[in-house]
C-alpha cells in the first residue's frame, strides 16, 4: 500500500455501460486530485485501454464544460477483461490472462493507484486487480441501481426520469385509442427502473424481475379497469421479467461479454398474449438504449460530483479497496470484496412496493 502522503500519479477509468453522470464522476476525480498535486491520467475505453495501453495525461482542459454531457469522455466497453482477454490466434480468438501486462503499463507511467467507475462487472475486476496489490477505489455506476451497499447510483434518477416521460407520453394515446400499452424498460435482473418509474408514470401494472407473474392476474386488473369505465390500461414491463413457471426473454447470445446473455422482448410478448386473450389492441414501446443517453438529471449531477470527491479523499487518505456509496444521504465506504459479484434486489418489504400495492397496482402476484 501506499501512504497517502506519497501518492503522485493515479488514473481513472470508466467501465461496462455508459450512464448519465460519468462526466462529472471523472470531473470531480480530476479536480480535485490536481489541486491535491497529482498527475492524473485517464484511461480510454475502460479495461481495454489498460491492455492496449491507451492512456493519457489529464489536465483541468480535459473535463471543461464535461458536467451536463452524457456518456463519457474517456469511452467505455463492456466486453474487456485484462482476466479474460480477447486475443486473435491462428484466425480463431481465444481468452488469455492479460492482467499483467496491464499492470505494466499502469508502471510504465509510474500510476500508483487506480479509480475505477462501474458496475457490477467492472467492480469484479477492480476487486481481482486490487487483490493483486494494486490500489484501486471504486464508484459506482449504473443506471440499473442493481449495485448492493449503496442506496442510490448515478445514471438510475435520469433513466427514470426518461422512463417515466415516456409513460406521460403513452398514456395520451392509450386513452385515445382504447388501448393496453406496455413499456419495456432496462434493469437487467432488477426492477428498481421499473419500480419508479412505473409508480411516477401512473402505471397499472408493474412487472419485476423479483416477482413472476401470472398472466391471470394482468388481465383481471385490464378487465377491472373496463368494468370500471377504463377502457386503457399502462403496463411498464422490466426486460428482466418473466411468467410463473417460465423464463426471461433473450433477445440474443453475447460472446466475450461478462452478460451472456442479452435480455428482450418480454413486453412484446406479453401485448401479444393480453391480444390473444382478451382481445384489446395492445402495442410494446421499448425504450432500450434511449435510458442511457443524455443530459444527466440535477440529481444525478450532484450524486456523481459528490462520488468523484469521495474517491479523491479515498487516495488522499491512503484508504483503497472501497467503493464510495450513499446511505442515508451520507456518502460511505464499502469493502469492494462485500460486493463484488453480488446484486441490488427489490424485497417484499420494499416500502415504494407496498406503496404501489396500497394504490391497487398489479404486480402480477
Same mark, same amino acid.
Given at each position: @500500500?501506499?501512504? =497517502?502522503?506519497?501518492?503522485?500519479?493515479?488514473?481513472?477509468?470508466?467501465?461496462?455501460?455508459?450512464?448519465?453522470?460519468?462526466?462529472?464522476?471523472?470531473?470531480?476525480?480530476?479536480?480535485?486530485?490536481?489541486?491535491?498535486?497529482?498527475?492524473?491520467?485517464?484511461?480510454?475505453?475502460?479495461?481495454?485501454?489498460?491492455?492496449?495501453?491507451?492512456?493519457?495525461?489529464?489536465?483541468?482542459?480535459?473535463?471543461?464544460?464535461?458536467?451536463?454531457?452524457?456518456?463519457?469522455?474517456?469511452?467505455?466497453?463492456?466486453?474487456?477483461?485484462?482476466?479474460?482477454?480477447?486475443?486473435?490466434?491462428?484466425?480463431?480468438?481465444?481468452?488469455?490472462?492479460?492482467?499483467?501486462? =496491464?499492470?505494466?503499463?499502469?508502471?510504465?507511467?509510474?500510476?500508483?493507484?487506480? #479509480?475505477?467507475?462501474?458496475?457490477?462487472?467492472? +467492480?469484479?475486476?477492480?476487486?481481482?486487480?486490487?487483490?493483486?496489490?494494486?490500489?484501486?477505489?471504486?464508484?459506482?455506476?449504473? /443506471?440499473?441501481?442493481?449495485?448492493?451497499?449503496?442506496?442510490?447510483?448515478?445514471?438510475?434518477?435520469?433513466?427514470?426520469?426518461?422512463?417515466?416521460?415516456?409513460?406521460?407520453?403513452?398514456?395520451?394515446?392509450?386513452?385515445?385509442?382504447?388501448?393496453?400499452?406496455?413499456?419495456?424498460? @432496462?434493469? &437487467?435482473?432488477?426492477?428498481? /427502473?421499473? +419500480?419508479?418509474?412505473?409508480?411516477?408514470?401512473?402505471?397499472?401494472?408493474?412487472?419485476?424481475?423479483?416477482?413472476?407473474?401470472? /398472466?391471470?392476474?394482468?388481465?383481471?386488473?385490464?378487465?377491472?379497469?373496463?368494468?370500471?369505465?377504463?377502457?386503457?390500461?399502462?403496463?411498464?414491463? =422490466?426486460?428482466?421479467?418473466?411468467?410463473?413457471?417460465?423464463?426471461?426473454?433473450?433477445? &440474443?447470445?453475447?460472446?466475450?461479454?461478462?452478460?451472456?446473455?442479452?435480455?428482450?422482448?418480454?413486453?412484446?410478448?406479453?401485448? &401479444?398474449?393480453?391480444?390473444?386473450?382478451?382481445?384489446?389492441?395492445?402495442?410494446?414501446?421499448?425504450?432500450?438504449? #434511449?435510458?442511457?443517453?443524455?443530459?444527466?438529471?440535477?440529481?444525478?449531477?450532484?450524486?456523481?460530483?459528490?462520488?468523484?470527491?469521495?474517491?479523491?479523499?479515498? +487516495?488522499?487518505?491512503?484508504?483503497?479497496?472501497?467503493?464510495? =456509496?450513499?446511505?442515508?444521504?451520507?456518502?460511505?465506504?464499502?469493502?469492494?470484496?462485500?460486493?463484488?459479484?453480488?446484486?441490488?434486489?427489490?424485497?417484499?418489504?420494499?416500502?415504494?412496493?407496498?406503496?404501489?400495492?396500497?394504490?391497487? /397496482?398489479?404486480?402480477?402476484?
Amino acid at each position: @500500500m501506499h501512504a =497517502a502522503s506519497k501518492l503522485k500519479s493515479i488514473a481513472v477509468l470508466t467501465g461496462g455501460g455508459d450512464a448519465p453522470g460519468l462526466n462529472a464522476v471523472i470531473r470531480a476525480v480530476v479536480r480535485t486530485t490536481i489541486g491535491y498535486g497529482f498527475k492524473v491520467w485517464g484511461i480510454k475505453n475502460g479495461f481495454g485501454g489498460m491492455v492496449e495501453n491507451q492512456i493519457i495525461e489529464m489536465t483541468d482542459d480535459h473535463v471543461a464544460g464535461i458536467l451536463p454531457r452524457g456518456g463519457t469522455i474517456l469511452g467505455t466497453t463492456n466486453r474487456d477483461n485484462p482476466f479474460s482477454y480477447p486475443q486473435l490466434q491462428a484466425g480463431q480468438t481465444v481468452y488469455q490472462d492479460m492482467s499483467s501486462q =496491464a499492470l505494466a503499463n499502469l508502471q510504465q507511467r509510474n500510476i500508483e493507484a487506480l #479509480v475505477v467507475i462501474g458496475g457490477d462487472g467492472s +467492480l469484479k475486476i477492480a476487486s481481482e486487480f486490487y487483490q493483486l496489490g494494486l490500489p484501486v477505489v471504486a464508484v459506482p455506476k449504473t /443506471i440499473d441501481n442493481d449495485i448492493p451497499g449503496t442506496e442510490r447510483t448515478f445514471g438510475f434518477d435520469t433513466a427514470v426520469g426518461v422512463a417515466t416521460d415516456a409513460l406521460d407520453r403513452l398514456h395520451t394515446t392509450a386513452e385515445s385509442h382504447h388501448r393496453v400499452m406496455v413499456l419495456e424498460v @432496462m434493469g &437487467r435482473y432488477a426492477g428498481w /427502473i421499473a +419500480l419508479h418509474a412505473g409508480m411516477a408514470g401512473g402505471a397499472d401494472c408493474i412487472l419485476l424481475p423479483e416477482i413472476p407473474f401470472n /398472466i391471470d392476474s394482468v388481465i383481471a386488473k385490464i378487465r377491472q379497469r373496463q368494468q370500471r369505465g377504463r377502457q386503457f390500461s399502462l403496463i411498464v414491463v =422490466a426486460e428482466g421479467a418473466y411468467p410463473l413457471g417460465g423464463e426471461v426473454s433473450v433477445s &440474443r447470445i453475447v460472446e466475450g461479454s461478462h452478460e451472456k446473455i442479452r435480455l428482450g422482448g418480454a413486453g412484446e410478448k406479453l401485448a &401479444r398474449q393480453i391480444e390473444t386473450l382478451i382481445g384489446v389492441e395492445s402495442r410494446c414501446t421499448v425504450l432500450g438504449h #434511449v435510458q442511457r443517453g443524455g443530459t444527466p438529471t440535477a440529481f444525478d449531477r450532484v450524486l456523481a460530483t459528490r462520488y468523484g470527491v469521495a474517491a479523491a479523499e479515498c +487516495l488522499l487518505e491512503g484508504v483503497y479497496g472501497n467503493m464510495v =456509496a450513499l446511505r442515508k444521504n451520507e456518502i460511505i465506504r464499502v469493502p469492494i470484496a462485500d460486493i463484488a459479484g453480488k446484486a441490488n434486489h427489490i424485497t417484499a418489504e420494499n416500502e415504494l412496493l407496498k406503496a404501489g400495492r396500497a394504490i391497487g /397496482i398489479c404486480f402480477g402476484d
